[in-house]
T-cell receptor, first 111, second 115 residues
């Protein structure tokens, strides 16, 4: 099976600072990882993904880091903006199984 | 626009009633999923379907039923057997297939409240 947990349920950052949201997973065979952003009353939106053959992937203002040794995934958001305030979920897939979602971290950006 | 349409956005159910939540997609995705989301919790899988006319129970299928008669549609019925149905329901799709590594695309959700 799989369990996915985020280290902090809430995170507050000052506007302009960098944010780091962490996620831990349990199954060493997990091979695909995604970060989603969910704004209030809306469905989750895809942010960035990474496969197990990589340890880092960058997007626009976001970076995902994967440490397979300790089964840890992080999402870094550069120069955090008020529009980044949302709940962030990591999702993990093992082989052909369905995605397994963490419980989410609520990011609050302080102006 | 390609996407997923969930309707209605808000739904109120009386005790003992069955209600059906609609999910329609025009992404030509094979796989469709229903998740339930409660405050402060992650997404819990109710049912999923990898192909038309086939579906599988997820982790919390009791009190729910689905059908997949068309590729585009995956309606979820919340039956009176579901004792605590008040939640936010999310429909998702993916291209599917064991060889694919892709994420899910989500609809905008239906908030169901028991009155």
């Amino acid at each position: 099976g799989e369990s996915v947990g985020l280290h902090l349920p809430t995170l507050s950052v000052q506007e302009g600072d960098n944010s780091i949201i962490n996620c831990a997973y349990s199954n060493s065979a997990s091979d695909y990882f995604i970060w989603y952003k969910q704004e209030s009353g809306k469905g989750p939106q895809f942010i960035i993904d990474i496969r197990s053959n990589m340890d880092k992937r960058q997007g626009q203002r976001v970076t995902v880091l994967l440490n397979k040794t300790v089964k840890h995934l992080s999402l870094q958001i550069a120069a955090t903006q008020p529009g980044d305030s949302a709940v962030y979920f990591c999702a993990v897939r093992t082989g052909a199984n369905n995605l397994f979602f963490g419980t989410g971290t609520r990011l609050t950006v302080i102006p | 626009d390609g996407g997923i349409t969930q309707s209605p956005k808000y739904l109120f159910r009386k005790e003992g009633q069955n209600v059906t939540l609609s999910c329609e997609q025009n992404l030509n995705h094979d796989a469709m999923y229903w998740y339930r989301q409660d405050p402060g919790q992650g997404l819990r899988l109710i049912y999923y379907s990898q192909i038309v006319n086939d579906f599988q129970k997820g982790d919390i299928a009791e009190g729910y039923s689905v059908s997949r008669e068309k590729k585009e549609s995956f309606p979820l019925t919340v039956t009176s057997a579901q004792k605590n149905p008040t939640a936010f329901y999310l429909c998702a799709t993916s291209r599917g297939g064991q060889s694919r590594k892709d994420g899910y695309t989500f609809g905008s959700g239906t908030r169901l409240t028991v009155v």
